[in-house]
């Protein structure tokens, strides 16, 4: 259940969303990294997997993120696990599980990198 403040749950709830977030990339107990929309984060989707269901929903999430890597100085591995974060400042939750790191493909024309990731049920 996602408790917040009242700014908060005025973006989820809105008619037209527009939420600010960022996702922040850990190894181990350390925060190694966090893009935002204003730096390299260009797009993330989580959605609901598995072919077993509990109480109608799928059991495991599963997130992709997209980054864009310029300068290529980001180094994500299977060694780190991400966190979604909605709201900037003093005003954000943390809706979602860690997320463990399973694939990182980087497109050489593009410079963007695409990380899929699982929680732990998976």
Known sequence: ????????KNMINSPVRALRGRVEVYEGSTLTLMCGCHDSLKEFTVERLGESKFFGYGVCQKINVALIDIHRNISISTANTLEVVFGVGSDYIYPFPSFYVTEVHRDEKTNELSI????ALY
């Open 1 to 8: 259940m996602i408790n917040a403040n009242e700014s908060i």
């Open 116 to 119: 899929t990731a699982y929680d």
